[in-house]
Each structure stands twice: as C-alpha cells, then as structure tokens.
C-alpha cells in the first residue's frame, strides 16, 4: 500500500480561514494570502512516491476552488476539534498529516517523514509557535490519542510528544503563519 499525504485545508473564501490573520492584516489580504499558501503547498509537495489527499470540511467537500485542483482526491474532516479530525485521517498506516498554515513545507520534507517512519512510530515537525507543522505515524491512530491535547497553545507539541507511540522521530522545526506577527 502506497504511503499517504493528507492536506487539511479550510475553503479559500473570507471568514473561513486566516481568520487570526484577517484580524491584524485585513480580510481580503489574508485571503490572497491563504489562496498563495494553498497552491504554494499543493504544488510542492504532491508526489508520485505517495497518494495526496485534501481533507476538506464536510460542507466544502464537493466545493470548486482554482487552488484545489480537480484530480486531487478530497476526504471529509468530520465533525471535532483538530484532534477529532486528524485522527479519522489516520484511519491507514503510514500516513503523513500536514495543513496549510506553514508555506514552506516541500515533497523532500514529506519524504523525510516518511523514511522516520520506517525506523519510528510517529513523526512530528514542531512549528516554533508550540504547535507542530506535520505529524506522521506507522499504523492506525490509537483511540484517544489526541485527548487531551490543548490545540492552538503554546503547549500543543508538547501536549501530543507525550500521547504518541514511540518511537519517536524529530524533523526540524519551521514556522507557521497564524496571525500578522508571523509575517
């Protein structure tokens, strides 16, 4: 079974996303922003080495956007918070999570968790902020494996390193566009 690459993504449309962003740099340019973002991760990190999916929320699933392209496998999100969400992703083994918060995240990058994933686990890519930019495990998630998780805080990472299966493997950390001290 090929690996897996699963983009959670939000609808490119104001008030759906970028909404901490909106807030400090204004709607519309947080919106050609996210839409920069979006196609940016998009087209770097699709691979033939694995199969890409874009996890949408259920009432985006079948909504058309120039920066989702066409052929690009969706998946519902479901219902929940991040930890919720995530975990139906991780419903087959070897299974890479990103979103699309961090622009700079590459197919090499993708790669690199995969190959941690053979001699680990898990794999997780902290973000500067206390948060983390991909995560990565070898099998199935385990149930309640994000209990307890505080999402958007500074303790995010530290949070899930305790609840994952170890091993674990580390790649380097980056930094994510929440809001306008991040640009």
Known sequence: MR???????????????????????????????????????????????????????????NARHPVWPPDLPRMPQGPGDLGARQARAFSAPMTVVIGTDTPDVTARD????????????????????GGYWLLGLKGPARPGLFDGVRWSH?????????RLPRPIMRLAAKRDIDDGTDL
Do not use: C, Q
């Open 3 to 61: 690996p897996r690459l699963v983009i959670f993504a939000k609808p490119p449309a104001m008030g759906r996303a970028k909404t901490r962003l909106a807030a400090d740099i204004g709607p519309v340019p947080a919106m050609r922003l996210y839409r920069a973002m979006v196609a940016h991760i998009l087209r770097n990190t699709r691979d033939p080495r694995w199969k890409t999916l874009l996890a949408l929320p259920d009432d985006s699933l």
């Open 110 to 129: 993708i790669a690199a968790a995969l190959a941690a994933l053979r001699r680990s686990e898990a794999v997780i890519g902290p973000a500067e902020d």
């Open 154 to 162: 500074a303790n995010t990472l530290n949070d899930l390193e305790k």
